[in-house]
């Protein structure tokens, strides 16, 4: 299965918006079947960004599965790529260089666009 960054960046958002204390379970995110989400969810799990994963199967089938909380460093790059704006720049810039759609360039150029936006705000301050 192909990884999707928009996909990762809709399943951090629900986490954050839905967890509170325990797992969140067969976590739904509009457009996308269980199994899409779930494979997502698994390799979250695996760059660090969620606190855990479980799948649950049944007849070599997935049944259910349970995410944990953001970590710090999931709750770190969703604060970065949340705002629609932020994003979108943060793509085009990607798509405009050929970078590939990786997590690590992901953080870094998202970082970037933070950066200019908030050097341009304190310019806009003296």
Known sequence: MKRDMELIRKILIEIEKQYIDVALYNLK???YDLK????HCKILYEAGLISDYSGFYADDE???FGVGSLTWEGHEFLDKIREDKIWNKTKQVMKDKGIPFILDAVKEIATSVVDGMIQGAIKGMI
């Open 29 to 31: 995110v509009e457009e």
């Open 62 to 64: 997935l049944y259910s």
């Open 36 to 39: 899409t989400v779930t494979y």
